[in-house]
């Protein structure tokens, strides 16, 4: 795509100033309406050391309303990718619905540079995939993100960093790191092309926009946006019929497979929960030692026991290592983002374990039972959450899902014994009943989630609930045999 | 605080068995309790390296349902100190009503190794006066604040760190640091002992333990927080009466010397405009190099013209170096939190500029008129706001609030406008009219509110907006000479 520009595109200031401020205009107007609309952007710019990135950025946003977009310089130590998948810190920094988000180097930063620095038989298809999942998501949920790079030749970059530094007031911007950059222009120049042909797609297209005027960049830049906003907000207008994937539902039915009822000797019990308990807090520490991240999901119907379960997981873990995260119906900011975001917020630090009582699968159990979710939105879903697990176990994360399975008659006895204890009868809502109607559509949801969303990297435990000790033991038989399995024994 | 503790204070594994049940499941109760009841609570544990601060934690929590704590490891970076004031972090990471969080090491921390450590001449009124107005705070919003000291001898430490470097298991935790503060134990104990003095009281009261028997500690931690939490929600049912602080309202009438009609000529104004826009971005790169943070304040009527002033104000500035925080109506977490946690998040960094378009002021004045604070709360918000500013202050920040003062016919006459323009009547809702009802309760909250948080290091300055460009060329004059004031230039 680099190649193809013609690095000699210029513009007249004359021409420029003639245009400038109907552009300007408009680009305010649009960001009203899609403010109004609540239709996030995320904007990418990209380009070589000395393009002008800084420059354009801060003329785009001359006549933007400022309350309403904010600009993200993401750089270690913030970003954080010590600790945390490369994706966190973007995940955790987009915009609200109606605003927008206008990044100087992107998640492309990173990559680029592994491409020229890392080692040569370095994984080229992981990060371009996951980039791809990453504005796919977010364009499924009605974001704009665009993209652009600023392109100069390597001439032209030598010209100005000489300029640069005989300038006393800029002189500290050319580093042995610009000037190493430089130096490699012709392999970044290889690298830069094949990652932007790759992530060149409908969901997030490429602007490759020559630099060498700056004016010309930036008028470009200005009516690029305009099209696509306004081409999304003609659409939104005219309101576009979603389209919801193939999933194949109802095919599976593995909960019809389970036994809920199952025993366990009291004796037994109690001597391998404390066996187990124990065994799980050295585990802990390896994963501490071993930096691996933990991830437990809990899922299952009203009193099925998933509070009591995880109390006896972490009984004798170090509460500096873990942290139980309750899920509830999403509120404030996080009714404005994508339904993963706060799931992307709560992952565990390199080393840590979280613990999700109810999780991301609400939007294919509760969004779907309930219409909070459309339909194409929860089997869109999916795909999504496998994509974000696989992302999680790429970044070396162990992910352990349970659906914790009781029967209906057992529901029924545990809702009768809490709304006749006192100490319990807080638990019990009218909600809890009405949701015990809708158990055999809820099953069918079930079926198609541990169906759709088991992979090897992240499976689903079912756990025969019934009985719940029996529940206990088989939850942490699977964590040790899963931390086992991962850890450097 | 110290010599007073028995450090050779026991207790019989038989004695600690004996009532261990019985506490751990009033600790268990007691925490449901207060999550009902929304109190939330902040437990600390500092001591001395090698005093089971870790051990304790971990015993602490052990009945305890873990979705409802979370614990807490200050450390470098994540503290972020480097870019942020002293508090910053540990506000950010303050408990939700009704939960409960535990710090293992606190913001004693770096106060202690400061004294020990830090220059000769080192301030130490300001960490004390910081870290008592802090608690204070807290309490006085309803959060139950607790710190244990764990207490050994030198002799015992030293015993405890020979074993701990035998162990292979535990080796590593022995490191130079350790060591190193080991040898000044003499000198942590007096400034430990100084501390500790300074900062015990009744909104947050010191319990220094001898922790030579780790079980006598951990005993008496569960006893202390039980007569505590019992001691709060005893008070809780009973419906505690607050009362308001004393607070002169109604003495000053800083608006009325104000006139709000002021001219400004159009050529002067496009002039001094550009100009000073100009200044504002040269200043802007002098904040980031010195790392200077800003805290910008737009106060004033609906359509008292904040959003155009800010537009002007930010015009030419930088935008990776400048945030607009527009601030409405707490919602979500925010509304689960002292009503300063959500300003203490979006504080700039060293270097940056925040623009709030409202802001905590709110407090004292929509807050006051729709009774959405009771009078004790509003009342006291004078010196709490006092204090925040004075702790931005002291960590370098330069805070600049703007009260955009327009008459009542100036506002009749832009809401008509308004109305009638099709490209603004958006901004208009039922609520303006409502609001302007009440002009003259408001012009008294703002008279209060300018007389009580006026201060030499955070000012207040009113600008005349009848005329919208003699606002902005006001705001940017005392944005301009505020900065070349504290700027080394």
Redesign the interface.
């Known amino acids: 795509m680099l190649n193809t520009v013609d690095l000699k595109a210029t513009i007249s200031k004359a021409d420029y100033k003639s245009e400038n401020d109907a552009l300007a205009e408009r680009l305010g ?1 649009l960001q009203r309406e899609l403010l ?1 609309a609540d239709i996030s952007s995320v904007i990418v710019f990209e380009g070589w050391d000395t393009a002008g990135k ?1 420059a354009v ?2 003329e785009l ?2 006549d933007l ?7 993200h ?1 993401p750089r270690e ?1 913030e970003m954080g990718t010590e600790f945390y998948p490369p994706m966190h810190f973007f995940w955790n920094h987009m915009p609200e619905f109606g605003e927008m988000a ?1 990044y ?1 180097q992107s998640w492309y930063t990173p990559i680029l540079e592994e491409r020229v620095h890392g080692p040569a038989r370095l994984d080229q298809e992981a990060p371009i995939a996951r980039t791809l999942n990453f504005e796919r998501q977010l364009s499924d949920d009605g974001v704009i993100v665009t993209k652009f790079f600023l392109h100069i030749s390597k001439k032209e970059q030598s010209r100005r960093l000489t300029e640069l530094k005989a300038d006393s007031a800029y002189s500290w911007r050319v580093t042995n790191i610009e000037r190493e950059r430089h130096r490699l222009y012709d392999d970044y120049h290889e690298e830069t092309s094949a990652v932007l042909e790759a992530t060149h797609c409908d969901a997030a297209p490429w602007h490759v926009l020559p630099s060498t005027d700056l004016r010309y960049a930036q008028q470009q830049i200005k009516k690029i946006l305009i099209r696509t906003f306004e081409a999304r907000l003609a659409e939104h207008k005219k309101g576009k019929k979603e389209k919801a994937p193939k999933v194949s539902l109802g095919k599976e039915k593995p909960l019809s497979r389970v036994e809920p009822n199952q025993k366990i000797q009291g004796k037994v019990y109690k001597k391998r929960l404390a066996e187990l308990q124990e065994e799980a807090r050295r585990l802990q520490y390896r994963c501490y030692e071993q930096r691996v991240p933990v991830l437990m999901v809990y899922e299952g119907q009203d009193a099925g026991g998933k ?1 009591g379960n ?2 006896r997981v ?3 873990m ?3 290592g ?5 899920v509830a119906a999403p ?4 009714k404005n983002h994508h339904y993963l975001w706060r799931f992307w917020r709560d992952i565990p630090k390199a080393g840590h374990i979280a ?1 999700f ?1 109810r999780s991301w699968y609400g939007r294919v159990l509760v969004e779907r039972l309930e219409d909070f979710a459309q339909k194409h939105e929860w089997q869109r879903a999916f795909q999504e959450i496998n994509e974000f697990e696989a992302e999680l176990h790429e970044a070396g994360a162990v992910i352990l899902k349970f659906w914790v399975h009781i029967d209906a008659d057992e529901q029924l006895a545990r809702f009768k014994a809490r709304e006749s204890d006192p ?1 319990k009868s ?1 638990k019990m809502t009218d909600e809890d009943w009405r949701n015990r109607e809708k158990w055999d559509a809820y099953q069918e949801a079930v079926n198609d989630m541990i169906h759709l969303t088991g992979t090897a990297h992240a499976p689903w435990t079912i756990v025969e609930g019934n009985n719940k000790r029996y529940a206990r033991i088989k939850t942490l038989e699977t964590i040790v045999a899963r931390l086992r399995e991962r850890l450097d024994l």
């Open positions: 107007q109004a800084g950025l801060s946003v001359h309303d400022p309350r309403w977009f904010f600009v310089v130590p206008i100087e509070g995880i109390r972490v009984r004798e170090d509460p500096r873990y942290d139980v995260v309750p509120r404030g900011a996080e613990i009582d100490l807080w």
